[in-house]
């Protein structure tokens, strides 16, 4: 029978070093299996595919047993997936953003902002000035600003994953005690090593394309909304060095050092190093571990010296306030919030919990 695997996608990702995927499920491979899903294009069995593959590159290979492997794995299918909203925007939509031009307008508009920045150094946004009168008013603005340009930041994503046709998924998630929106796009890996850059940091292209902006308008023009957009933008481009979480910037770090699995091999590690045992790891995985372990250390530390006390005192203030609709709204905002992370959070832990409980031994 001939084996047809021509919808697979292969793509080089390092010296003898393949991501081969069905769109949603994607694993490394060496050059050699690579050439096997070349050969297995539909107009040859099994065994033939076994001979070509023996006579170009020296190496036998069970072609049958490779493609049990790939069944296993979930490859031998397309995956069925019901179509979303964002399936309509195809590449060309959206093609135009990430093109030399649209680069050029950034650029241009970054020498702008730096130079309005340096003539009137006083539009760069400070904390101080962004202290309105009602503070209560600001805490609802603050996160109701936060929340749209958030959005936009994942649009980002959204429309650099169509430019390169990969489906993209938009969900709310947690990362440690930080409620996300989060863009998941699990078919870049079926894109070359160099494109998945632009799904990467598409986000911060947005955030970094509002700073710039905004900086232009309060050259000629003083907006209290304006400096709020620049603090928010700035704040989630900086949220995004975090990355001993799962950022923008983890994902471009691990892509450019080859680590597809660097969280989970770091975390494999330091489990090796705790419990006594001897393990072998890469140096930027070892490497990383420990920035794993300082980062989450100083990241609970900013939620129980920050975090917390923030909320209390928000709240607090609001309960002192009533009635009216800033305190009422402030209140719904942190409860919203709260309840959203917490239901996310104790749904990761169930499935986790569930995933370990029917792990065969």
């Known amino acids: 029978m001939r084996t047809d695997l021509s919808f697979l996608t292969v793509v080089a990702d390092g010296p003898d070093d393949y991501v081969i995927g069905n769109g949603e499920t994607f694993v490394n491979v060496p050059g050699v299996a690579a050439a096997v899903i070349a050969a297995l294009d539909g107009s040859r069995t099994a065994d033939e595919a076994r001979a070509r593959v ?3 590159h020296g190496v036998d290979v069970d072609v049958a047993e490779f493609v049990t492997g790939l069944e296993g794995a979930g490859l031998l299918s397309r995956p069925s997936r019901p179509p979303n909203l964002w399936d309509r925007i195809r590449p060309g939509h959206v093609a135009w953003l990430f093109s030399w031009p649209a680069h050029a307008v950034l650029a241009l508009l970054t020498v702008a902002a730096v130079a309005a920045a340096v003539a009137r150094p006083e539009i760069l946004p400070g904390l101080s ?4 009168s009602d503070s209560l008013t600001f805490t609802v603005a603050f996160a109701a600003g936060s929340w749209i340009l958030v959005l936009a930041h994942e649009l980002g994503h959204v429309a650099a994953a169509r430019s390169l046709n990969v489906r993209a998924e938009l969900s709310l998630g947690t990362r440690l005690q930080f409620l996300v929106v989060q863009t998941r796009i699990t078919g870049i890996w079926g894109v070359p090593r160099r494109a998945r850059y632009r799904a990467y940091l598409a ?3 947005v955030d970094w394309f509002l700073v710039c902006a905004g900086a232009c308008v309060l050259y000629v023009a003083d907006l209290a909304v304006v400096r709020l957009v620049m603090v928010i933008c700035l704040s989630q481009i900086a949220w995004q060095f975090l990355f001993f979480m799962r950022t923008d910037v983890y994902y471009a770090f691990a892509n450019a050092s080859g680590n597809k699995n660097l969280m989970a091999d770091a975390q494999a590690y330091l489990r090796a190093v ?8 890469r140096r930027s995985v070892r490497v990383y571990a420990w ?11 900013f939620f129980a010296l920050y975090t917390v006390p923030i909320t209390v005192a928000v709240v607090r203030r609001s309960v002192a306030e009533l009635p009216g609709w800033q305190p009422v709204a402030a209140l719904g905002l942190v409860a919203a919030g709260w309840v959203l992370y917490l239901a996310l959070l104790g749904r990761r832990l169930i499935a986790s919990a569930r995933s370990r409980a029917f792990r065969p031994a």
Do not use: H, K
């Open 203 to 205: 986000g911060m292209r």
């Open 129 to 132: 000035s962004l202290v309105w």
């Open 291 to 301: 920035f794993l372990v300082v980062g989450r250390v100083l990241g609970l530390g």
């Open 54 to 56: 023996l006579a170009e």
């Open 274 to 281: 705790l419990a006594g045992r001897a393990r072998q790891a």
